[in-house]
């Protein structure tokens, strides 16, 4: 199943594996550990390059669309306030998240079993951040759809299947591809993103001072107003689940060594939570080209990132400024595109499998990820941007801040394991700490987002739902003594237990394929080391291993089976 597997003397009989895994499943060129540990065999990639693939996916517009749908709403110093705010949260919750998933080579939705909710209990934040990729993936391939239509008239609903389809070939082939498109479509993003303000700072000089006193479309004026503070930055909040995609990423990052520690440092936290700087940039970006072309284009198609591109550059390139813009937006798009149908698919993937026992492999569920993102393009979601937007953030921040309080409060007092233990055969199904407070959070700012408590409460239900998620996740943890984080304790590569290497690799008594030791558990049932995704797979066991957490381990000492080359 993976490159990692060689013969050896240790290697099992001959009767054959008790699971074959089929082939899109076996083949870790496509699969990319969706389901488990990224081993250190395959994360051969620098600091830079793995920094440079995730950076590619923040190219999307919908960063300029949701700032100036923002600003024309709640006007410029409250939509200012709004975005700005919106980052500094982001960021700071994002860094111990981006650490943790490069540091254990795990993705959003094993840090999250492992950081508070259980196995079970990620299954709801599988759905949540599927959710967030399909969502935007829909607003992205409308952005794109427009551009299509604007540049060659090509209809609006056919320029939809058009997004959808050409991403697939991309998404399918796993890391490689999508590191390869997102390097090599930086130059033309980069000219792109730039060109336009270039444009206006020689030929509307005088802009940027009206654009700072706008009083949006909707008549909030240019004073600061605390609702539009708290109803913009709800909006904005909405891409706090990007730090997933980012995560997506950064678990391919190489060790930390002496040798590349300052540079490991710093592509983690630009790659992590570093993106929100540029991003906040963008929507304010997006909302001064859209304040300079509302005039021209009407309010409709300035709140639509290509008709404010094209406005821009109309001045120095005249009639190629339309086919200069479309060229720009439908690489950004393409570029972000890839990565929500990319990190779809391992959401998707963790959810099913959990549920079914079954894993017919990472790409199948590319189809189901893009299937439910064009459904929401042919309903126009483009349209009620603001709402939907304003709604979900409410559960992803509820979602993100309790997992980042786990990392940041639980682990350094105590309250929870100093590691990430992600793996089914040590992991209760549901951790109220970080699984109760996401939930409570939720349901809470939820009610208050439909002005259940008032009108304030409304503007800054994602403010309550942050605030309870930090408050209640330590406070559940230390109710309850932290019991609930660890079935029991991991005789294999737990705290305390010393390994001469964990870079060697040990075959799954199940699949008989050699994985390095973190991806490794230990199991009464087959008497033998079980590697994470078969542990994940089965259905008879009865989680018997979480009812003799007190036996002796069946799995001290591992025979190693050492990799020639790598580490």
Not at 232 to 257: C, H, W
Not at 547 to 554: I, Q, S, Y
């Amino acid at each position: 199943m993976t490159d990692t597997a060689i013969p050896t003397s240790d290697s099992p009989p001959d009767e054959g594996p008790a699971r074959s895994y089929a082939k899109l499943a076996a083949d870790e060129s496509r699969e990319d550990f969706s389901l488990r540990y990224a081993p250190h065999s395959f994360r051969r990639w620098s600091p830079a390059t793995v920094a440079g693939t995730a950076l590619g996916g923040i190219a999307y517009l919908a960063d300029f669309a949701i700032g100036a749908s923002i600003v024309f709403t709640y006007g410029f110093t409250s939509g200012f306030a709004s975005i700005l705010t919106a980052a500094a949260i982001i960021f700071v919750t994002g860094i111990p998240i981006a650490r943790a998933c490069a540091t254990y080579g795990l993705d959003m939705d094993l840090i999250t079993r492992g950081a508070g909710f259980g196995y079970f209990g990620s299954t709801l934040t599988s759905l949540i951040y599927a959710s967030f990729t399909f969502i935007f993936f829909a607003l992205e391939g409308s952005i794109m759809a427009q551009a299509m239509h604007q540049a060659i008239g090509l209809p609006v609903q056919v320029g939809y299947l058009v997004t959808t389809l050409i991403v697939i070939p991309i998404v399918f082939r796993g890391m490689g591809a999508l590191a390869k498109v997102q390097a090599w479509t930086q130059p033309v993003w980069l000219v792109g993103l730039v060109l336009p303000f270039v444009v206006l700072a020689f030929h509307a000089p005088g802009s940027w001072g009206a654009f700072s006193s706008f009083g949006g479309t909707e008549g909030a004026g240019s004073g600061f107003d605390w609702i539009g503070f708290g109803l913009g930055t709800g909006v904005a909040l909405s891409l706090i689940a990007q730090i997933g995609e980012q995560a997506d990423y950064l678990r391919f990052m190489p060790a930390k060594t002496a040798e590349n520690r300052r540079r490991w440092n710093v592509a983690v936290l630009a790659a992590g939570p570093g993106w929100v700087v540029i991003g906040a940039a963008k929507q304010l970006g997006g909302a001064f080209l859209a304040f300079v072309a509302l005039e021209a284009v009407g309010k409709t198609h300035a709140l639509e990132p290509i008709a404010p591109q094209i406005e821009a550059l109309r001045p120095w390139l005249g009639s190629f400024a339309l086919p200069a813009a479309a060229i720009f937006v439908i690489v950004s798009q393409i570029k972000i595109n890839v990565t929500n149908a990319y990190s779809g698919s391992l959401s998707w993937s963790n959810f099913f499998s959990r549920i079914t026992h079954k894993h017919p492999g990472r790409v199948w569920y590319i189809f189901l990820n893009l299937a439910i993102a064009l459904t929401l393009m042919e309903m126009n979601m483009f349209a009620a941007l603001n709402k939907l937007l304003g709604f979900y953030s409410n559960v992803g921040i509820a979602w993100i801040t309790a997992v980042a309080a786990d990392l940041v409060i639980n682990k350094r007092i105590g309250l929870s394991p100093p590691y990430i233990e992600f793996k089914r055969a040590y992991l209760y199904a549901v951790n109220p700490a970080g699984f109760g407070a996401m939930v409570i959070a939720s349901v809470v700012s939820i009610l208050a987002f439909f002005g259940l408590f008032g009108t304030y409460a409304e503007a800054f239900s994602t403010f309550i739902a942050a605030g309870l998620a930090l408050i209640l996740c330590p406070l559940i943890a230390w109710l309850t003594k932290g019991r609930y984080y660890l079935a029991r304790p991991n005789p294999v590569n737990g705290p305390g237990v010393e390994v001469p290497d964990i870079t060697a690799t040990h075959h799954c008594a199940v699949c008989e394929t050699a994985y390095e030791l973190p991806d490794i558990a230990d199991c009464p049932v087959r008497s033998g080391p079980i590697c994470s995704l078969c542990c994940s797979l089965d259905s008879t066991c009865g989680d018997a291993c979480r009812k003799v957490k007190d036996a002796a381990p069946v799995l001290m000492p591992l025979p190693t089976v050492r990799t020639a080359g790598r580490t």
